[in-house]
């Protein structure tokens, strides 16, 4: 596509309920990233993909989340018994490569709200 | 660690003012640096970046920012403030890590800018 996009654009879930989220990065880009922004904490890393591999998961806040990449494409963040700490934008980003010098490009994000 | 420091949560301008956002950092080596802007609703999108050479960098929608490194700053500048500028600014800085590099970005805490008619 033309660019990075990111389903649901909104989500409402009860504590203790499983989400997934889901990452369209733009087509050919190899390095794919996932952040969080929230009031409290601002925007933060949570993990970065290379292809299908994980080379870094540092950011994730818990064993409760948990991301993969299939096909070197699609990306989905998946967290298991939410919190309501938990709530907040979670943002995609994609770059053509895994250089710190290339653009990353980010989609509108997924708004999660656990209740 | 590095860190990202964007003294100022919330600024206010008239349309047609110059406009100066602030950003200081915290790394030991030379840093990558990024400024990113958000519109209500939407992703980040990449203003300009600094990684070498000149300090003075040019971007997207006619803004700029001076890399000083006795200052440890990367200022955001834009001689006339449009209505359209209205948003949140992010300030970033990326690491190299080992051997290689990628793009893990830590970002300041945003500024959001308001511009008057």
């Known amino acids: 596509g033309a660019g990075v996009s990111q389903s649901p654009s909104n989500k409402v879930t009860e504590k203790g309920k499983d989400v997934e989220l889901r990452c369209d990065p733009i087509?050919?880009?190899?390095?794919l990233y996932w952040y969080r922004q929230s009031l409290g904490q601002g925007l933060e890393f949570l993990i970065y993909?290379?292809?299908?591999?994980?080379?870094?998961k540092s950011g994730l806040p818990s064993d409760r989340f948990s991301a993969e990449r299939t096909g070197g494409s699609v990306s989905t963040l998946t967290i298991q018994r939410t919190q309501q700490e938990d709530s907040a934008v979670y943002l995609c980003?994609?770059?053509?490569?895994?250089?710190?010098?290339?653009?990353?490009?980010f989609g509108p994000g997924t708004r999660l709200t656990v209740l | 660690a590095q860190s990202v420091t964007q003294p100022d949560i919330h600024i206010t301008v008239s349309e047609g003012a110059s406009l100066e956002l602030r950003c200081n950092y915290s790394?030991?080596?030379?840093?990558?640096l990024f400024w990113y802007v958000q519109s209500p609703g939407q992703g980040l999108q990449l203003l300009l970046k600094?990684?070498?050479?000149?300090?003075l960098v040019q971007g997207i929608k006619g803004f700029e920012a001076e890399f000083k490194r006795s200052q440890s700053s990367f200022n955001l500048r834009k001689p006339s403030v449009h209505w359209s500028d209205a948003a949140e600014y992010f300030c970033?800085?990326?690491?190299?890590?080992?051997?290689?590099?990628?793009?893990?970005?830590?970002f300041g805490q945003g500024t959001i800018l308001t511009v008057h008619p």
């Open positions: 993909f290379q292809g299908n591999s994980a080379p870094d």
């Open positions: 087509s050919g880009h190899t390095a």
């Open positions: 970033a800085v990326g690491v190299r890590l080992g051997g290689t590099s990628y793009g893990k970005l830590t």
């Open positions: 980003a994609s770059s053509g490569t895994s250089g710190v010098t290339d653009t990353q490009y």
């Open positions: 790394y030991g080596a030379t840093p990558y």
């Open positions: 600094y990684f070498s050479g000149d300090t």
